[in-house]
């Protein structure tokens, strides 16, 4: 068992993510080219194991109300409060990846870990947009998987994917923009903890934003209208309830150790 010192309701605490010049789980991107990736296929059966060291991964507003079923809701700091699923308490570990890269049993995968390999880029200073993918990721294969092209074009797993891409993406705007409201209005704030063990020793879990639910009273009536409107409230409380997964990750930190 462990004790945390993160306050009641809110569990006002969360770790700071890693500078990265890439987004999380990419290093080489390269556009998907039938005359290069011709041969290439998805092979989903290698598992997670590419997550291991995301503390946390963003999400998109339609996932709020599974997400705080599961984890911890939280908000990176800086100018873009990206909404976080909350995968681990210390840096570089996500509690819910098992040895053999499977995803620990009856808990929810975030779209972002499924949509992995691949992803939408922008060229700079332009509107031009394609699908790339991690070249080198594991479920990119010669000899396992489904086809991602048949005759130069691509197959039903391939569209899939790119499908579900584009619904994430937009669904990650949409949080974004959820997000950017709240920090406008004043309730986000930044929040460190540490929690400790009893098995000895603890960790600092500093660097992102949460809600302050005690601050929503100042939030003016037509705000808060326009917020139903346009569907945030059941996120805004989402994110609040999730504060009671803090216990399972702490549980889960605790017989790890």
Known sequence: MSEST?????????PAPAVQAMPLFFSRVVG??????????????????????AQSVPIGLGEFDVVCQHYPIVFASGPTPTPLALLGLGEGSNLFVEPDGTW??????????????FIFVEEPNSQTVYVGMEA????????????????????????????????????????NTFARALDAAGLLEEEEATVNFSAGGGTRIRG???????????????????????GWLGPLYAHLHSAARWGKLIELAAAGR
């Open 32 to 53: 998907v080219n039938p005359a290069i990736h011709g041969s290439k296929k998805i092979d989903r059966d290698v598992g997670f194991g590419f997550s291991r060291k």
């Open 6 to 14: 993160i306050p009641s309701a809110v569990m006002e605490a969360v």
């Open 136 to 175: 080198d990721a594991e479920c990119i294969r010669e000899d396992s998987g489904l086809a991602m092209f048949e005759d130069g074009k691509p197959t039903p797993a391939l569209s899939e994917s790119i499908n579900f891409c584009v619904a994430f993406r937009d669904n990650l705007n949409a949080a």
């Open 208 to 230: 992102f934003k949460i809600l302050r639910a005690d601050r929503l009273d100042q939030v003016s009536d037509e705000t808060f209208i326009d917020w139903r409107r346009r």
């Open 104 to 117: 620990r049993k009856d808990s929810y995968v975030p779209a972002y870990v499924r949509a992995f390999p």
